[in-house]
């Protein structure tokens, strides 16, 4: 979860997106990964995790194992831009 730092850092921002638009994307997706992560944090085991992938003792599965068309996926979003 977020610290004292990183939530008067979001302050700054929110206070700065409200007086120029141009910073609104940028909040926006700021505001997006700290909510998926605060899901993450709330689930079991997510610390464990995290510290054993830092370690890189975690197990992992390849993203095509798991998702059957990552391939397609990738080269839709490269399209995409």
């Known amino acids: 979860m977020p610290g004292p730092a990183q939530m008067e850092q979001l302050a700054e921002d929110v206070g700065e997106a409200a007086h120029d638009p141009a910073d609104y994307q940028l909040l926006q ?6 909510s998926v992560t605060a899901v993450a944090a709330g689930q079991p085991g997510y610390y464990g995790e995290l ?3 830092r370690a890189g003792t975690s197990t992992t ?5 798991v998702i059957p068309d990552w391939a397609e996926r990738v080269a839709a979003a490269k399209d995409w831009r």
Not at 29 to 34: A, C, D, F, I, S
Not at 61 to 65: A, E, F, G, L, S
């Open 61 to 65: 599965v390849p993203v095509i194992d």
């Open 29 to 34: 997706r700021l505001l997006h990964v700290w």
């Open 51 to 53: 510290a054993a992938a």
